[in-house]
Structure formats: structure tokens, C-alpha cells
């Protein structure tokens, strides 16, 4: 079956622009209705969810505490500091006062820095599903807290201790720790090879009119579903589960999935539908990753699988490099193996679910303690913004002009050289 255009027309086009900007319209206005019930007066006073909690020292040898916390009212999320030491894990509830009457839309929309917010109370709500029992279970599992830490952030999402993100992000492997739309794409694949077998055998004796795939996606759709639900609709996998039911949306309609287009429609639809998105780095750091994803597949997507899944893996891991160390200067050689870490924690990931399930979760410790702990010099590789603009036009050039990709390969690797 031959895949259908995106657009049959121009008017199908613009049709769908207009149903985009007029998603974008109402988003806002729902934004904006809460930005206005927060500022209603200038103090606010209310509840809070802590989203992240940790102490640093700055250089005067001062210790200080740094908070995120979620606003109940609005959901807008706050940063702020305190020199006074808070006993508050993830998940706490905290009554706050706070004071909004400076705080713009802008503000709220991007999240805002609170330097003068009041916590009063710290409290307990009973979660909607124990989740400092899965916690605890977790941890039972493991003699090292490091590890223990390491596998509730990777199964539940929860924040992590500085040490322990320097180590990660030494290896260059946040984006496998933190949920997010690579782990979305990791569990679907995994429910998708180990479920259709059984379906297959119950579709060949009861039911063999049905459609596999429909029903199959549907059933996986249910999972990340309910796991979202437990996460308490953490919004990267919000986004990743957004992004994948569109695509199937599109999908069953015959438009072909792997298209620039497809990627742009649904970047499109996301920012219109979570205006913060704009200033989410990790959206546009996934927006890349998936277009330079269909960049070597659309140029490559010939040569035999096992050759492209080599020259994919790596070629991603390149041509991220100037976007990353834009922001993120902090470099190390180990990062350079990204590529064969993606590929182990594709059966890492659920070995792990399965050991943990069982009650075996730390047959694996002395192994991922090793691993840890393997020394590294950190050197920075810097980009300047006009350079990153460079790259970028340049890879949107390169939809066109092959060529271009082996320019921007180039470009990258020839960055190591400047590392200092």
C-alpha cells in the first residue's frame, strides 16, 4: 500500500494551519485564565507539590537549599532558594506564600524564579497510589542508595542527587535515566515484541478478521496510559504519549510516519497545545533528535539494516553534539560511547523491570557500581550560538543536498579538536 501524501492539497493545508493556530489561541486562553486566577492578589497563598529538592554550597562556602515546586493553583511551576535547611523530599506537599504581584505571563508561562517564596508547612496527602511503598520496595532490593536511587528515577521519574547526575551525565546517558519520549519508544517496542505472538495465537483461532496492529497499539496505548497516570502525567512522557498517539492517529490514515512533514505537523501540534513547550529544551532536543533520525534514514534508509542501524546510532549521537554543547558545555571521552549505551539499555531496561518484579533487583549492583565509577577527566566543548544557527540551517539544507550531511558530520567531529 502506497502511503498517502500528508497534504492532498493546498486547502487541506491550510485547514489544518488554521485548526493548529486555533488550538494555539485556546491554549492560551486557558493559560492565560489561570495566570490570572494566581495574580489575583498580589500574595499568594497555597499548596505546592516539590518537584526537586537539593542543597548546593556556593563559593563562599554558604550551604543552600534549591527548590521546584508545582503551584496547585495554576500548575505553574516556581524555583526558588532558601538558606534555611528544608526537610522535603519529592512528592512532599507544602503550603507556600508567595508573591506575584511582578510575575508576568511570560513568567508563568516559562516557569519563574521566586526569591522571596515562604514555605510554612510541610505536610503529607495520601498519593493516589502508594507510591513510597514502590519506593521502599525498591530500595529494599539494594544495599547501595546510590543504586537504589539510580533505578526509582528510571522506573518513577524521581529527582536525583547531584553526585549521582554527574556520573550519569558523564557517560552522556540522561536522556536513558530521565523518562522521556526515547524510554516511550523503548517500552512500546517492548509490549509490541513480546505481546503480538500471543496475539497472534489467539487471532488465528478466534478472532482472525481483527487487525493486529489496531488492536495491539490500542493495548500498548492502554499501558503508557496507565503508567503516565502513576508517573501523575510527568510531562516529557505527557509529550511522548502525546506525540505517539498522533502518530498513530496519522498512521492508520495512511500518511506515511517517517516524513519531515509529519515531524514538523506534530512539533506544530504539541507547541500549540503546551505553549511551555517553547521553552523546554528537552522538547527541542527530542524535536532534533527524531529530525536527524529521519535525516540518515531518508538519505541511508537503503543500505542493508544491520549497516544503517550503525550508521544511525552514531550518526545521531554526532550531529547532536553542537546542539547539546551549546547548552551543555561539560564534555568527556565516555560520552563518546552513547551509542553502544543506547543500544544495551534496550534490554536493560525491562531485564531490569523483570529483576526488580521478582524481587532480584540487585543481582546487577556490582556491575552498574563499575560501571559508575569509572574515572573521567571533564574537559568543555563550547559552541557559540552563531555557530549552532550555522548548523541548523545547514541540516535543513541537508534534506535536499546529501552532501550536507557528511558537512555536518564533519563539522561535528571536527569539534572534538576544540575541546579544552
Not at 522535603?88 to 511582578?102: A, E, G, N, Y
Amino acid at each position: 500500500m502506497r502511503d498517502l501524501p500528508l497534504f492532498a492539497n493546498k486547502k487541506e493545508f491550510f485547514v489544518l494551519m488554521g485548526a493548529v493556530v486555533c488550538l494555539a489561541f485556546v491554549s492560551l486562553l486557558f493559560e492565560f485564565y489561570r495566570y490570572q486566577t494566581l495574580v489575583k492578589e498580589s500574595l499568594h497563598v497555597g499548596k505546592a507539590t516539590v518537584l526537586n529538592h537539593y542543597r548546593k554550597t556556593n563559593d563562599k562556602g554558604k550551604t543552600y537549599d534549591v527548590l521546584k515546586l508545582k503551584l496547585d493553583l495554576g500548575g505553574a511551576e516556581v524555583y526558588t532558594t532558601s538558606w534555611r535547611a528544608m526537610d522535603v523530599t519529592f512528592q512532599s506537599r507544602v503550603k507556600v506564600k508567595l508573591k506575584v504581584d511582578k510575575v508576568t505571563f511570560y513568567d508563568y508561562v516559562k516557569g519563574f524564579y521566586a526569591p522571596n517564596l515562604s514555605i510554612y508547612e510541610i505536610y503529607e496527602d495520601a498519593p493516589p497510589w502508594n507510591a513510597k511503598a514502590w519506593y521502599r520496595f525498591i530500595a529494599e532490593q539494594h544495599e547501595n542508595e546510590k543504586l537504589a536511587e539510580l533505578y526509582q528515577t528510571l522506573f518513577f521519574a524521581t529527582p536525583i542527587s547531584k553526585e549521582l547526575r554527574d556520573e550519569v551525565q558523564k557517560w552522556g546517558i540522561s536522556h536513558l535515566i530521565a523518562i522521556s519520549g526515547y524510554n516511550v519508544g523503548v517500552i512500546s517496542f517492548l509490549l509490541f515484541f513480546f505481546l503480538r505472538p500471543i496475539y497472534r495465537f489467539f487471532q488465528s483461532r478466534y478472532f482472525p478478521y481483527r487487525n493486529a496492529t489496531f488492536d495491539l497499539s490500542c493495548i500498548v496505548f492502554g499501558v503508557l496510559f496507565g503508567y503516565m497516570v502513576v508517573l501523575d502525567f510527568m510531562p516529557s512522557f505527557l509529550r511522548a504519549f502525546a506525540m505517539s498517539v498522533f502518530g498513530f492517529f496519522l498512521f492508520s490514515r495512511g500518511i506515511k510516519l517517517l516524513s519531515f512533514g509529519t515531524l514538523g505537523l506534530t512539533s506544530l501540534f504539541l507547541l500549540a497545545l503546551f505553549p511551555s513547550l517553547w521553552f523546554s529544551l528537552s522538547f527541542w532536543f527530542s524535536v532534533a533528535g527524531v529530525f536527524y533520525l529521519f535525516l540518515l534514514l531518508h538519505h541511508f534508509g537503503t543500505l542493508p539494516k544491520s549497516v544503517l542501524v550503525l550508521i544511525v546510532d552514531l550518526g545521531v549521537f554526532f550531529l547532536m553534539l553542537p546542539l547539546v554543547h551549546t547548552f551543555f558545555p561539560v564534555f568527556t571521552f565516555l560520552q563518546l560511547t552513547t551509542p553502544i549505551t543506547s543500544l544495551v539499555f534496550v534490554a536493560f531496561y525491562p531485564l531490569g523491570v523483570v529483576l526488580h518484579v521478582m524481587g532480584y533487583g540487585g543481582v546487577l549492583d556490582d556491575v552498574l557500581l563499575a560501571f559508575l565509577s569509572v574515572p573521567s577527566t571533564h574537559y568543555f566543548l563550547n559552541f557559540p550560538v552563531w555557530f549552532l544557527a550555522l548548523f541548523v540551517l545547514l541540516s535543513l539544507g541537508a534534506i535536499r543536498f546529501k552532501s550536507l550531511v557528511f558537512v555536518c558530520l564533519g563539522l561535528s567531529g571536527a569539534s572534538l579538536f576544540l575541546i579544552q
